[in-house]
């Protein structure tokens, strides 16, 4: 059994398909909503043993000051890590990934999906941040370093396909396996599959 858990709805991403990083604008009040450690402690306590994976999720997991507590806290449960980022604060998704793989177990997979929604300007326009792929493709190449000494690492490719980004998909596909990325490496999805997404120009895509 697979669960993935939203942890946050803080994204410093502004994605034209996806409305997350409104939500404590519109009702900052939903903010006090969001889980605790002590709560996300005892879900991990009463139903790790019972899952094959429990990853976390958001907006942007690294904006939570306590991320690497709860990944750590994943890591003595007997899970692995299993999350997506962006590379919109570089710095920080980085010291997140050291200081996360400093704490967590030797025997410990540590995967890791960067969100790709596109080449180069096609990127940004979709996630409405300039200047994030070159981020992302600085974030690919340090993680490639890293791997070399630390086998837990695994990089996986996330994309969301959407009316903006569509015609690309062939040659995004093509950008990552000369890469050196293998099939199973890179996943995508519609944007209208998550209930998060309010675009209503993707529905219908398919």
């Known amino acids: 059994c697979f669960v993935r858990m939203s942890v946050t709805n803080i994204c410093d991403n502004k994605c034209t398909m996806c409305g997350i ?5 519109r009702n900052p009040e939903k903010r006090k909503e969001e889980v605790t ?3 996300f402690k ?12 429990l990853g976390i999720s958001g907006g942007q997991v690294t904006m939570r000051k306590d991320a690497v507590k709860m990944w750590e806290l994943l890591s003595k449960s007997g899970q692995n890590v299993d999350w997506n980022t962006n590379a919109v604060n570089l710095p ?3 010291k997140c990934i050291t200081e996360t793989l400093k704490k967590i177990d030797k025997d410990v997979i540590y995967k890791i999906a960067l969100s790709v929604d596109g080449l180069g300007d096609m ?14 493709m600085a974030l690919l190449n ?12 695994r990089i996986f490719i996330s994309h969301n396909v959407t009316p903006t980004n569509y015609k690309q998909f062939v040659e995004f596909i093509d950008y990552f396996i000369n890469k050196g990325f293998k099939q199973h490496q890179i996943f995508f999805r519609a944007s209208d599959e998550l209930g998060r997404f309010e675009n209503d120009k993707s529905q219908g895509l398919f």
């Open 21 to 25: 990083w409104k939500v404590y604008l």
């Open 37 to 39: 450690f002590n709560e």
């Open 42 to 53: 005892k879900f991990v306590e009463k139903n790790s043993k019972f899952l094959d994976l």
């Open 92 to 94: 920080k998704v980085k």
């Open 123 to 136: 990127h940004d326009k979709v996630r409405g941040t300039k200047g994030e792929f070159k981020n992302l």
């Open 142 to 153: 340090w993680l490639t370093e890293k791997q070399k000494k630390d086998k837990r690492i």
